[in-house]
């Protein structure tokens, strides 16, 4: 099954293709694709393959938990919004842009726990998934927060999530 877009500017013909019959159990569900990924690697989003071209990023890190945690084969990797944006922001138009996509991901994938990647993500997931999945959504803060600025506090980030995923 592929995903076409088309539905804004930020890409002309963006194709996913949502991993199917896989265990999907945990969905993680990022922002939007960091500029720099779409370039010069495979983007985090739309399945499990993650390129190891980008060892050393956040993103590789934030997979590594999962991967620590034996359960990197469960989780479906995903964004809000599916397309990389001017300075890294997103409007609500982006989110609307994209939604058809994610609810179709969420369908496909039915999974068992939707982990929110930050504020922004978690909230307007609330406005987004059906309702039957609020129960599913879980919030963690963003990992490039975590990184950059509570880099003394990783282990209680690994916990959180560890808790969230058993």
Do not use: W
């Amino acid at each position: 099954m592929t995903l076409q877009c088309k539905n804004c500017k930020l890409c002309d013909n963006i194709k996913l293709h949502p991993s199917i019959g896989i265990t999907n159990e945990i969905m993680i569900v990022g922002q939007n694709p960091a500029r720099k990924l779409n370039i010069n690697s495979t983007l985090i989003f739309g399945g499990h393959v993650i390129n190891d071209k980008i060892n050393n990023t956040i993103g590789s890190k934030f997979v590594d938990i999962f991967r620590k945690l034996n359960v990197v084969d469960k989780c479906y990797f995903t964004n809000l919004v599916k397309c990389s944006t001017d300075n890294n922001k997103i409007s609500l138009q982006d989110i609307n842009n994209c939604k058809h996509i994610l609810i179709q991901e969420i369908r496909s994938c039915k999974p068992k726990k939707i982990i929110a990647l930050g504020n922004i993500v978690y909230s307007s997931l609330l406005n987004i998934i059906p309702e039957d999945c609020i129960s599913k959504l879980y919030k963690i803060q963003h990992p490039n927060y975590v990184f950059r600025y509570k880099s003394k506090e990783i282990s209680k980030y690994i916990e959180e999530i560890r808790d969230i995923v058993k």
